[in-house]
């Protein structure tokens, strides 16, 4: 995670620490870079908390970031998990243009729950960032991940795959919350493993070129996994 580690939001569901930062290091691209050589990483996930408080959300240091690991481990692919920069397309342009091997960016939760734990996030905004990934760039995998248990109905988990489908997402990530203490926002219920199966297999149905269902999956939940199934769906499809 870069950027720091403290959010200008505060997400009913999220244990980062929210504040006001004023600073970026300027020199993180290169650390980082430096640590995937020596772990001598083939795939690494750079995500970050959001940064309202720059005037570019933090998004040259991402940018920056995925150019130096580019040129330190020219063999290690990187997907980048943003925020939604405000909507700011000159941002989410910024970190395409860096070239990262897939474009990932959370919806999270569905459309009625949304505000409840993501307060100062749209829902729409989302989704228009990821529809925008494809006319950047048109052979960028995009994913979307969104987490279970919340308070939402299946039919409204089904329609928020759909709105992700219908900009295009091409990966997908399906968990269960977990709370991470009592001040956060409850769990609702949890979900069983045959639920996320389904979950898995109806988002196959609708287009999706994988998706990773379970308990315990996360935004990098066998992250190279994902990205080698959409590059390989994505050369069938020029091929034909």
């Not at 870079?33 to 001598?40: F, G, R």
């Not at 919340?150 to 295009?168: K, P, S, Y």
């Amino acid at each position: 995670m870069i950027l720091g580690d403290t959010c200008t939001r505060a997400c009913s569901y999220c244990n980062v620490k929210t504040g006001w930062p004023g600073t970026e290091d300027k020199a993180e691209p290169f650390r980082v870079a430096s640590t995937v050589k020596q772990m001598e990483l083939s795939y690494a996930v750079i995500t970050s908390v959001d940064r309202d408080d720059l005037p570019d959300y933090g998004s040259e240091i991402f940018a920056e970031t995925i150019a130096q690991v580019g040129r330190t481990t020219p063999d290690c692919k990187v997907e980048v998990l943003i925020p939604d920069f405000e909507g700011d397309l000159d941002c989410l342009k910024r970190v395409i243009d860096a070239g990262p091997h897939v474009l990932n960016h959370n919806i999270e939760t569905t459309r009625r729950v949304f505000k409840k734990v993501r307060p100062r996030g749209n829902y729409d905004l989302s989704l228009e960032l990821l529809r925008r990934v494809k006319e950047i760039n048109p052979h960028m995998p995009s994913k979307s991940g969104m987490m279970v248990g919340l308070g939402e109905t299946r039919d409204e988990v089904l329609e928020t795959m759909q709105d992700l489908r219908n900009v295009n997402c091409d990966l997908l990530t399906i968990g269960q919350y977990l709370r991470p203490s009592k001040r956060h926002h409850p769990i609702i219920r949890f979900y069983r493993p045959d639920e996320f199966k389904e979950l898995e297999e109806l988002g196959l149905k609708m287009g999706f070129k994988h998706v990773a269902a379970g308990p315990l999956v996360r935004s990098s939940y066998h992250a190279d996994d994902q990205h080698n199934a959409a590059i390989d769906k994505i050369l069938e499809a020029a091929n034909r």
